[in-house]
């Protein structure tokens, strides 16, 4: 059996659900709780800075409470729209069918899992910082599997 023709066959045939969908629905989700709910946003990237002694009177409903420095806040704010806008890349490349853009963007997008990663290893606490292999394994994979995707995509698409 020819792996390269039959890889290339099951990317030309249509998808019940198209991978950009899939891919933009992940990134607008992660970047809508970013937004509505910043503290959710901080446990799922695990970066602290120490403590807030007094709360400020600016602070976005969602996050009052959760202690969170403003300055990682603010990063917090910037995640959020940067998954908005890979998101929202995705959906946009799916509905035009440019199925070369889709798979070159996941493996682009590769880059922030390792780079968030390295962040999460760097200035997460020490009971959090083996959470970073899963941003690691978890970018190492996509890309892995959108290299191969690249590989073995017909060029007419």
């Known amino acids: 059996m020819d792996f390269k023709r039959l890889l290339s066959e099951s990317l030309n045939k249509p998808s019940v659900i198209p991978p950009g969908y899939i891919l933009g629905s992940c990134f607008l989700g992660l970047g809508i709780m970013g937004l509505v709910s910043p ?18 009177s600016d602070v976005h409903p969602a996050s009052r409470g959760s202690r969170i420095k403003s300055v990682l806040r603010a990063h917090l704010y910037s995640k959020a729209g940067r998954d ?23 493996g682009l997008v590769t880059i922030v899992g390792f780079v968030d990663g390295f962040a999460v290893w760097k200035y997460g606490a020490e009971d959090v910082r083996p959470l970073a292999w899963s941003y690691w394994v978890w970018s190492s994979s996509i890309l892995a599997i959108a290299g191969a995707r690249l590989y073995f995509l017909p060029s007419s698409q």
């Open 84 to 106: 908005l806008v890979f998101g929202l890349s995705f959906f946009a490349l799916q509905y035009q069918g440019n199925m070369r853009a889709i798979v070159a963007l996941e």
């Open 39 to 56: 503290a959710q946003a901080e446990i799922a990237f695990p970066v602290r800075q120490e403590e807030d002694e007094k709360e400020p």
